[in-house]
Nanobody
């Protein structure tokens, strides 16, 4: 099966930076999109950033200009560089991949277990 493992979360002071990584393992025939979602305590899950197979990206307005999503195709890894972090960025960040497992299956959505990001003085 396809498995996603996030890493890079932790505690950082406001204005600091973190880089999240999500490594995909298992058989993947084609990846359509890769994205990062986050969910803060008591709030709904929201899309933070996404990248399509062609390399085009999109960002939530709240992180635009501060976060950058990128992908290492050779390692099947997606990254989220987070700069100028704010307390409101505190959340569990989840990796999301829309992919085709084999040439004979329809696309499926895969989720990582999440990594905690805490921004506090």
């Amino acid at each position: 099966q396809v498995q996603l493992v996030e890493s890079g979360g932790g505690l950082v002071q406001p204005g600091g930076s973190l880089r999240l990584s999500c490594a995909a393992s298992g058989s993947i025939f084609r990846i359509n999109t890769m994205a990062w979602y986050r969910q803060a305590p008591g709030k709904q899950r929201e899309l933070v950033a996404g990248i399509a197979n062609a390399g085009n990206t999109n960002y939530a307005d709240s992180v635009k200009g501060r976060f950058t999503i990128s992908r290492d195709n050779a390692k099947t890894t997606v990254y989220l560089q987070m700069n100028s972090l704010k307390p409101e960025d505190t959340a569990v960040y989840y990796c999301n991949v829309n992919a085709v497992y084999s040439a004979w299956t329809s696309p499926n959505v895969y989720w990582g277990r999440g990594t905690q990001v805490t921004v506090s003085s």
